[in-house]
Structure formats: C-alpha cells, structure tokens
C-alpha cells in the first residue's frame, strides 16, 4: 500500500514538472490528457510544491502553482454553464445531446411568432447534467430564446459559470437580436463564453468568419467560435470542451 502511494505521489509530482515546462494556453490538454491524476490528491501536491517553491524564493512560480491548485479544485466542483440564443439557434436540442439524465424541461406551445420556427418553445430553462471526467460534473441551462423571458436569463446568468451562445447561421435577420443577448449577459456577468455558430448546413447559411463579425466582433480579443451541430453529441460535447478550455485559458471567478 505504501509502495503504491509512492509511486502515484510520483506521478503526481512528474505531472507538476509537465504543468511547469507547458506552453501557455496548453495546461487543459496536458491535464485531459492525464484525467486519472486530476484528484483532490494533486491539488494538495500543487500546493505543497508552491509552498516549497515560496520558501525557495521563486514567487513568480509558487503563484503559478496555487493558481492551478484553484482551478483545479473549482473544476472538480459543480460548474453551471448556460446555453444561450435566440428562439430555434438549438438550446434543448444541445442540452438533449449530451445530459445523461431526462432534460427537464419547461416547453409550452407557442403561441407568437415563435409558432413559424417551432411547436413549443421553452418558457423557463431546460436542465441537463453531464459527467465530464471522473471529477467533474456539468450543469446545464438552457434559456429562453424570447425577450419576454429576459428575467430568466439574468437568473440562470448571474449563478453561471460560463455560457455558450448559439446563433443560426442562416438566419441573418436575428443577428442583431444576437447581440441584444449577448450585451445583456456581458452587462451581468463577467464570465467566460464562447459562441456557437449552428445550422451551417443549410444553403442559406452564413461562414462563420461572417457571423461573427455581423455580431461586431472584428479583433483578436474575440471570443472563441465554433460550428456546433446541437443535433450530434460529439458536436456538442466539443463545445463544452472548447467553453472549459477557454474558461481555465482566462480564468474562472468564483
């Protein structure tokens, strides 16, 4: 037994020297990469090794470390992440790929101008769960897609840890709704979001390149976008992964 936790104390501390010589940016795939060792157990190694690194004098290192440490604690923790858009850009439907558990969910007819996109529509949230590594549970939300319901979405925002958005492709008319919602989160919450670009496979869809600057994005401080199929679970759990590594990438406040 003891021979054992030597041997995974080196491992833990091999891992540690990887975190170290690791390109910025790389640290979630090196940490994908050795899920098994992702544990409370390595947080306290990452601690104690930041300690030893401040003893020794090496702040800048020790900082590094305890920052890990944190994440890594935090995402071996619940994280809320929402899934936002307007009306049919794919919310359930995302959510209904990857929960591994009944989405419950709060869909009524509809009965406005929503009736020409789809029979129901969500009026609260959908909610889905997703195991995500052996340390790592995901929870979803999905919003409503209406402006009238803009109450749900400061609710489900404001206790989000990160959000995707979801935009249509080929339905350019809603673009500057889009950015209605986006503005509204960001007005909210400052967390983490990408944005994913759905329904590409239809002839009248817009690239991606060309969404993303019709919802005013022209720089590189950009958030990360990507083409999602909510249909297909291993489109959406792409997504999920692509919105954590942005979220470790610019740092998730508790």
């Known amino acids: 037994m003891m021979r ?16 170290l010589s690791c390109p910025h940016g790389q640290e979630w795939i090196l940490l994908e990469h050795n899920e098994q060792l992702v544990t409370p157990e390595l947080v306290q190694v990452l601690e104690q090794v930041a300690e030893q690194m401040s003893a020794e004098g090496k702040v800048d290192t020790a900082k590094y470390l305890h920052h890990w440490a944190m994440q890594i604690n935090h995402l071996m923790e619940i994280m809320r992440l929402a899934i936002a858009g307007p009306v049919s850009s794919g919310k359930s439907t995302f959510i209904r790929s990857v929960s591994e558990i009944e989405v419950v969910d709060t869909d009524r007819k509809a009965t406005d101008e929503t009736a020409k996109l789809k029979q129901n529509t969500t009026v609260a949230f959908d909610f889905g769960r997703l195991q995500f590594g052996p340390n790592q549970v995901l929870h979803l939300y999905g919003t409503p897609g209406q402006s009238r319901f803009d109450f749900m979405w400061d609710l489900i925002i404001r206790k989000a840890h990160a959000y995707i958005l979801l935009v249509a492709a080929h339905r350019p008319h809603e673009f500057r709704y889009t950015r209605g919602i986006i503005s509204f989160m960001k007005q909210r919450a400052d967390i983490p979001m990408i944005i994913g670009v759905t329904h590409t496979d239809s002839p009248e869809a817009w690239s991606k390149e060309n969404v993303m600057i019709a919802l005013g994005y022209y720089s590189n401080n950009s958030p990360p976008a990507l083409i999602v199929d ?8 792409q997504a999920l992964l692509g919105l954590l590594q942005h979220s470790m990438k610019v740092g998730i406040k508790l």
């Open 4 to 19: 054992m936790k030597q041997k995974q104390l080196q491992a833990y501390l091999r891992l540690v020297q990887e975190l």
């Open 230 to 237: 909510p249909r297909d679970r291993g489109s959406a759990a």
